[in-house]
């Protein structure tokens, strides 16, 4: 492989926090890359804060087939990939096909120079051709995650989970699970304020809670913003603070509790209790973040009711205690 440098920004342009690579293939479905160009690849001067340099990728310079009938063009070949900071891989071509020598040579050597690999649903079987995913826990769509244990048995698959934040190595569930990774992704480089602020400009949320397992079976359906359940739950959020039941939510919605419990759940594929916590969790990111408010305050403010809940709950959505978060995430506070 030939390195090369990556291309310089045009003067005047922003600074940036680091180069983000994505890889593009004849045949692939374009939501996971246009996700990853509309996280990492769109300008956000509004946020104060340096963004990224985005590179689509490819092993070929000629036109390159999408699903829905038309042709996209690259204008970086693997050499740019492989000097990215971060390298995405949203698919493979074929899940039970190899990956081409030139692409494990690439993510090989992305890896070698101390590159972030991230993985979006079936790319996790390129970064298993690599060997970058031996003896790590990884994931991909659930309907693959057999066959990824199948082929690469040194990989821990854990098939319930949205994604798998190894640090250095991230992979992620279905297309969607992207998002998550994603957003994660400006989470960790950035913090939970601009994290928060890039999922309302797509109009999704911040954090998941839960896995693949609730997709499995049924998906997940929008809430319309002018139905009950939709304006419940904006009541919802602006009242984290107090007390909320389910009855002040069928209130809300001007339907019974019995109603509204199946209502919810056929509309969101979880319960208004589960969704209530997870928005108080995501709701106290920001606080641990941006404020000098001791870990029992902050759980107060968003309305649990003592800390050992606040901790009990913020640890099972995050994965870690809200000191650890905000020893990682702390931003200085005046």
């Not at 950035?190 to 049924?218: D, S, Y």
């Not at 939709?230 to 107090?242: D, F, I, N």
Request: net charge negative; charged share 20%.
């Amino acid at each position: 492989m030939t390195f090369v440098d990556l291309p310089a920004p045009a003067p005047g342009t922003e600074p940036h926090c680091g180069t983000v690579a994505v890889l593009a293939f004849d045949g692939m479905a374009p939501f996971e890359m246009s996700s990853v160009v509309e996280i990492f690849g769109l300008p956000r001067p509004e946020l104060g804060v340096p963004w990224y340099r985005l590179f689509v990728c490819g092993e070929t310079r000629e036109p390159m087939r999408v699903l829905g009938g038309f042709s996209i063009t690259v204008e970086h070949g693997l050499d740019v990939l492989a000097s990215a900071d971060t390298v995405i891989i949203t698919a493979v071509p074929d899940v039970r096909g190899d990956a081409s020598p030139a692409l494990v040579e690439a993510l090989r050597t992305a890896r070698a120079r101390g590159a972030r690999i991230v993985s979006i649903c079936s790319g996790a079987f390129a970064l298993a051709a690599a060997g970058l995913l031996d003896d790590r826990v990884a994931t991909t769509h659930w309907k693959y995650a057999d066959l990824l244990a199948e082929r690469y048995p040194r990989v821990r698959v854990d098939p319930d989970v949205l994604y798998v934040d190894g640090d250095d190595i991230l992979t992620s569930a279905g297309s969607a699970a992207g998002l998550d990774l994603c957003l994660h992704l400006v989470r960790k480089d950035h913090g939970a304020r601009v994290a928060n602020a890039v999922a309302r400009r797509l109009v999704v949320p911040p954090h998941r809670e839960g896995g693949q397992a609730q997709f499995i079976q049924a998906a997940v359906g929008e809430v319309a913003a002018d139905d009950g359940i939709g304006r419940s739950m904006a009541w919802a959020l602006e009242h984290l603070a107090e007390p909320i039941t389910v009855a002040d939510l069928a209130a809300q919605a001007h339907v019974s509790q019995r109603t509204y419990l199946r209502k919810f759940s056929a509309q969101t594929g979880t319960s208004p209790v589960r969704w209530v916590l997870a928005q108080r969790v995501a709701a106290s990111l920001s606080l641990l973040e941006d404020t000098a408010a001791s870990v029992e305050e902050v759980g107060a403010a968003v309305g649990f009711e003592s800390p050992v809940t606040f901790r009990h709950h913020f640890g099972r959505a995050m994965g870690t205690s809200p000191s650890a978060y905000r020893r990682t995430f702390r931003t200085t506070v005046a």
